[in-house]
């Protein structure tokens, strides 16, 4: 397992006589495909995958009680988000009436569907929240428009917002629903989401809680098969985006970059990460904004806001996720891992 050198002094740097941080597999009790995963605290994290499942720990991992939501044995949820131990969103991919949105509030004894899509044409890819009550989800384009649903109200109710607020989506263009994590929310209202496809890799942003949108090219590769994967922001104004082609996992070359003006403009990361990269996270409280990316051939960590990046496992893994400094990605056959900076600490 690969092994990191991390110095924490006020902000996390690169260091030789530090800690040493880990990947460190956990029992997860399935066999599936774990596409999404939501950090609460250091205690509390869910994920989820295909064949219906979800996967709950109360205990930093040590144990990982996992489940199928009834009625959906057949949908591949590519995306939870969680607020506590009882209380997580599920959202299921795919054409038409597969994709939905499920919730449970009593630590997944019962689910309730709260959302089908009832668009024929409709894809919804990712979905993210401003807190518990205010959150939104992503389907790649109906009538030639990315299609975006919002809820003021913990998704009792889910609206449409308004089409003539989005910008036309270029032919071939979609969002990836590879992680979960192709939109992204930060202050009150803010938020973006990434797409791909032969007209380019763009980032779609809005600051009015998505009624209306705004759209900029990105550098990153695009293509059918490439293009804005997962997108993260530190403020409102600087963010990151990575991604590439997922059909060539071991290629660097345009597989991040980043804004410094809130996703009007994007500059190509200067030493990008070691290859196509599906999901990304802020990790930790300190001033530097560190993030991780992580991707079939590895992870990377950025301390510089998504400039510069260095390899921190050769672990493949689809998608990450943090609460301050405690996090887990996860990825084929059911695998969950922790990310445990104490382990190997001198003292």
């Not at 913990?154 to 270029?170: D, F, I, N, Q």
């Not at 949108?213 to 490439?226: C, E, F, I, Y």
């Not at 301390?303 to 301050?324: C, E, I, K, P, T």
């Amino acid at each position: 397992m690969t092994k990191i050198l991390l110095c924490l002094l006020g902000a996390l740097i690169f260091c030789p006589a530090a800690a040493v941080a880990q990947w460190v597999e956990q029992p997860s009790g399935t066999d599936v495909r774990l596409r999404g995963v939501s950090a609460v605290s250091a205690r509390v994290a869910w994920a989820s995958g295909d064949r219906g499942t979800y996967l709950r720990t109360t205990d930093g991992g040590k144990t990982w009680r996992a489940g199928v939501v009834p009625g959906a044995e057949a949908l591949d949820f590519r995306d939870v988000d969680a607020f506590d131990e009882r209380t997580a969103y599920l959202l299921a991919i795919g054409e038409g009436e597969r994709s939905r949105v499920y919730k449970t509030t009593d630590g997944g004894r019962t689910w309730r569907l709260q959302f089908t899509n009832q668009h024929p044409s409709g894809f919804f890819d990712c979905m993210a929240f401003w807190d518990r009550r205010r959150g939104l989800a992503v389907s790649d384009p109906v009538g030639g428009r990315f299609l975006i649903i919002t809820t003021e109200d913990g998704g009792r109710t889910w609206r449409e917002s308004p089409a003539s607020g989005m910008p036309p989506a270029l032919e071939g263009e979609g969002a990836f629903a590879a992680s979960g994590t192709c939109v992204a929310v930060r202050g009150e209202r803010n938020a973006w989401f990434g797409t791909g496809g032969p007209g380019g890799a763009r980032v779609f942003r809005t600051t009015d809680g998505g009624r209306t949108w705004k759209v900029s090219m990105t550098p990153l590769a695009h293509g059918k098969s490439a293009g804005v994967f997962s997108l993260a922001f530190i403020t409102p104004e600087s963010g990151v985006a990575v991604g590439g082609d997922y059909t060539k996992e071991g290629e660097a070359t345009a597989s991040a970059a980043f804004t410094r003006d809130g996703g009007r403009t994007w500059r190509l990361a200067d030493g990008p990460p070691r290859g196509y990269r599906s999901g990304l996270a802020l990790f930790g409280n300190t001033p530097a904004a560190p993030l991780i990316a992580v991707g079939p051939s590895g992870a990377d960590l950025t301390l510089d806001g998504g400039q510069n990046w260095r390899q921190v496992g050769y672990r493949g893994f689809h998608a990450v996720s943090f609460a301050g400094e405690d996090g887990w990605a996860v990825g084929e056959k059911g695998l969950v891992a922790r990310y445990d900076k104490s382990l190997g600490k001198r003292p």
